[in-house]
């Protein structure tokens, strides 16, 4: 029995949209990511680029299912009634994608901008640059089927860039698990 092995990205990028780049972390290069990012059969999908040591991308396409989708209503309306209540500034953005050039990108169901960070923002169909733009204060991912990644590495893509928080909404146990990002580097859960 021999070993198959995995085509390279360039082979996988002109794939249908469902081969193993598909949903699962892959050694790849910025350029690569880019190729994917701009490739229009990936335009429903949510991006995520790691340059830390290993060099990934993951690139997600399921479908967002009924009880994903009701939690996700749920939290930008909770958060949205909260800062309004406190009179809080807040600026929400729905599957934004955030790009730091060369170094990372990531695409959460929700993100922030809260408070003093709160940010003017144009009207555009390109990404949001971290080179000329802060992160979100907070970043929420609705977990379905990406519970152990969210908590995992995306958690780290996020304390990279110096998010504030970032909360996981465990649709199965229906629950947020929400960390606060330290100084230092690392994170640690709030309640």
């Given at each position: 029995m021999s070993?198959?092995?995995?085509?390279?990205?360039?082979?996988?990028?002109?794939?249908?949209?469902?081969?193993?780049?598909?949903?699962?972390?892959?050694?790849a290069s910025w350029e690569e990511f880019m190729q994917i990012v701009e490739n229009p059969q990936y335009e429903d999908a949510h991006f995520?680029?790691?340059?830390n040591q290993s060099r990934q991308m993951r690139?997600?396409?399921?479908?967002?299912?009924c009880d994903q989708s009701l939690d996700h209503g749920m939290i930008v309306f909770a958060v949205g009634l909260y800062c309004t209540l406190?009179?809080?500034?807040?600026?929400?953005?729905?599957?934004?994608c955030y790009i730091k050039i060369g170094v990372s990108a990531f695409q959460p169901e929700i993100s922030y901008y809260i408070g003093d960070s709160v940010i003017s923002l144009s009207r555009t169909k390109s990404f949001m640059s971290l080179d000329e733009s802060p992160v979100p204060?907070?970043?929420?991912?609705?977990?379905?089927?990406?519970l152990n990644d969210d908590l995992g590495k995306k958690r780290l893509i996020y304390e990279k860039?110096?998010?504030s928080e970032y909360w996981v909404v465990?649709?199965?146990?229906?629950?947020?698990?929400?960390?606060?990002m330290i100084a230092d580097g690392g994170s640690r859960q709030i309640t």
């Open positions: 070993a198959i092995a995995t085509p390279p990205i360039q082979q996988q990028i002109n794939s249908p949209p469902h081969q193993t780049i598909i949903n699962e972390w892959v050694a995520y680029y790691n340059q690139i997600e396409m399921m479908p967002v299912v406190a009179k809080i500034p807040a600026r929400g953005l729905i599957n934004c204060n907070l970043v929420i991912e609705i977990s379905s089927s990406t860039l110096g998010v465990d649709v199965q146990e229906v629950k947020i698990i929400a960390f606060e």
